[in-house]
T-cell receptor, first 112, second 112 residues
Framework: GESVGLHLPTLSVQEGDNSIINCAYS??????FIWYKQESGKGPQFIID?????DKRQGQRVTVLLNKTVKHLSLQIAATQPGDSAVYFC???????????FGAGTRLFVKA | DSGVTQTPKHLITATGQRVTLRCSPR?????VYWYQQSLDQGLQFLIQ???????AKGNILERFSAQQFPDLHSELNLSSLELGDSALYFC???????????FGPGTRLTVL
């Protein structure tokens, strides 16, 4: 099935450090990618997106990098804060398509 | 607050029963998506509607069905419920695919 992860990868970082969360996407035809943050008991929340004609996009404290050659996405969080602790999902879709595929997710723990 | 509403927030029912989950998309969004999330798992895409028409189907069981009404709200019907159907069910909406999806708070279904 799609996007099922029984054991979420976990990243543990110290408060104030930078975090890098990686994602390998599956469909070379995908041309739109999104990162979502999901806190416990809540719905996923949009963080940042990138289209395939770009390889980098920056937001507030977050940067997404896209490497189409190896079908890899990363999310960089600068100066990680305790409030950043959550599960992070990447998602891929393509223009004209209607199905969005979510990655399995990575759990980020921020140690104070 | 994403602007997507889901009711009810919690639902407890017995095996064999039938339930209906309701979703109201953000104002102006034409597309609605349904996802299932079991404990500590990723988001499993179920089905998507665009302006009242079904546009994409994921791993949706035959016991499950959905529809989008003329006022654009959507309902997900789950029948002959089994213990394994216990999960969080999320609805998301977007102006049109493949735009960013905005997620509701979810309905937590518990089947006893």
């Amino acid at each position: 099935g799609e996007s099922v992860g029984l054991h979420l990868p976990t990243l543990s970082v110290q408060e104030g450090d930078n975090s890098i969360i990686n994602c390998a996407y599956s469909n070379s035809a995908s041309d739109y990618f999104i990162w979502y943050k999901q806190e416990s008991g809540k719905g996923p929340q949009f963080i940042i997106d990138i289209r395939s004609n770009m390889d980098k996009r920056q937001g507030q404290r977050v940067t997404v990098l896209l490497n189409k050659t190896v079908k890899h996405l990363s999310l960089q969080i600068a100066a990680t804060q305790p409030g950043d602790s959550a599960v992070y999902f990447c998602a891929e879709t393509n223009t004209g398509g209607f199905k969005t595929i979510f990655g399995a997710g990575t759990r980020l723990f921020v140690k104070a | 607050d994403s602007g997507v509403t889901q009711t009810p927030k919690h639902l407890i029912t017995a095996t064999g029963q039938r339930v209906t989950l309701r979703c109201s998309p953000r104002s102006g969004d034409l597309s609605v998506y349904w996802y299932q999330q079991s404990l500590d798992q990723g988001l499993q895409f179920l089905i998507q509607y665009y302006n009242g028409e079904e546009r994409a189907k994921g791993n949706i069981l035959e016991r499950f069905s959905a529809q989008q009404f003329p006022d654009l709200h959507s309902e997900l019907n789950l029948s002959s419920l089994e213990l394994g159907d216990s999960a969080l069910y999320f609805c998301a909406s977007s102006p049109r695919p493949p735009d960013t999806q905005y997620f509701g708070p979810g309905t937590r279904l518990t089947v006893l």
